[in-house]
């Protein structure tokens, strides 16, 4: 797998760009190749950490591959891509949760995910159909979906990071809804598909599930009533979306998105400035963190996410409470001169981005 510098897949990488006009920084914490969720005996580890089944990792979701990425996958020839193209047809050919709007999540795949308390990085059952055994690794990386594409275990900027990556993913999420419908109304689905594929009353959570979606079958008629046209030529629609969205610019899938995308991209710009600010706020509170203390009295802290803690030594531990909303400088000439420790800006910029410390201005 060949994967770029950029912490997004190539098409989204390129939009970003245009969106924030600056590349963002990459999550090196986050190793998908060698998997930072997996125990290790290495120094530092710590049986506390949440870790992750070697055989599944963080690859038991199944994503929804939308129309334009499922054509951009299947136009990729590369030699690298092959293993993940050829699940991609598999599931084409199968049939199951597959319509014009792309490679959806099938209803028992749902329903399960729904009702195990602990699949996610455990259930090896749950894995995606697009994970490649052979190395480890994901089928689909350069045409991943907005939750693969935003989603790390462990971040450098912790809940600063955690921010920006969510705001990200609700506008590609957003991106990608609409561009589907797009996509599907570019290639002439015709009304009755339309109206198949878009009912006019969404199914709830709880509805019953039919026999075919147990048995991992496609209805054909319910298939054929929603693909209409181009029932039979599912990889040719798939490849003219996927043609129709790639030259695309920012500027046209803002449009197509309409306000809710554009109100996002606001949100989006406004996390990415923050994430690109080194600044230490004027005043500084300790704020309540989960800790586990160590036999050497420092402590693993739980903030942001029970995948990223950070491990403190005692001497940090025992200063957090200086820090009650005074003046930072003062508080760390104060810390120097009662307990001789030196707290750099860079450790005190750590300790706000994961929340240890909060902004008391």
């Not at 591959?65 to 598999?90: K, M």
């Not at 935003?150 to 809940?159: I, P, Q």
Request: glycine share 6%; hydrophobic share 40%.
């Amino acid at each position: 797998m060949s994967i770029n510098s950029s912490p997004l897949p190539p098409l989204y990488d390129r939009w970003m760009q245009q969106c924030l006009q600056s590349p963002i920084p990459n999550e090196p914490k986050a190793t998908c190749n060698d998997c930072a969720m997996c125990a290790t005996e290495q120094p530092g580890s710590s049986r506390d950490a949440v870790f992750y089944d070697p055989a599944s990792k963080c690859c038991t979701y199944m994503p929804t591959l939308w129309n334009f990425l499922v054509g951009a996958l299947l136009e990729d020839d590369s030699p690298e891509a092959a293993p993940g193209r050829r699940t991609v047809e598999a599931r084409i050919d199968a049939g199951v949760a597959v319509t014009p709007m792309g490679l959806q999540r099938p209803a028992v795949y749902e329903l399960l995910y729904s009702r195990i308390s602990n699949a996610f990085g455990q259930a090896q059952s749950m894995r995606c159909p697009h994970y490649i055994e052979e190395g480890g690794r994901c089928g689909v990386w350069r045409a991943r979906e907005s939750t693969c594409a935003t989603w790390f275990c462990k971040l450098e900027r912790g809940a600063l990071a955690s921010e920006f990556w969510g705001r990200l993913h609700r506008l590609l999420f957003l991106a990608e809804h609409s561009l589907s419908r797009w996509c599907v109304l570019q290639l002439d689905l015709g009304e009755p598909a339309l109206r198949s594929l878009i009912p006019r009353q969404q199914a709830s959570t709880g509805a019953p599930l039919a026999a075919a979606d147990f048995d991992q079958r496609a209805d054909p008629e319910t298939y054929r009533r929603k693909w209409g046209p181009w029932v039979g030529k599912e990889q040719e629609f798939f490849r003219r979306a996927g043609q129709l969205v790639r030259e695309l610019p920012w500027s046209k899938v803002r449009e197509l998105g309409g306000a809710e995308a554009q109100v996002a991209e606001v949100l989006v710009q406004d996390a990415f400035r923050r994430l690109s600010s080194t600044e230490v706020p004027e005043h500084l509170r300790a704020a309540s963190v989960n800790l586990k203390l160590d036999p050497d009295g420092g402590a693993l802290l739980t903030t942001y996410s029970p995948t990223d803690p950070l491990r403190l030594s005692k001497r940090v531990l025992e200063v957090l409470p200086y820090f009650d909303g005074r003046p930072t400088a003062a508080v760390v000439e104060s810390i120097c001169q009662t307990r001789g420790l030196d707290v750099t800006t860079p450790l005190l910029r750590r300790l706000v981005d994961f929340g240890v410390l909060e902004d008391a201005g």
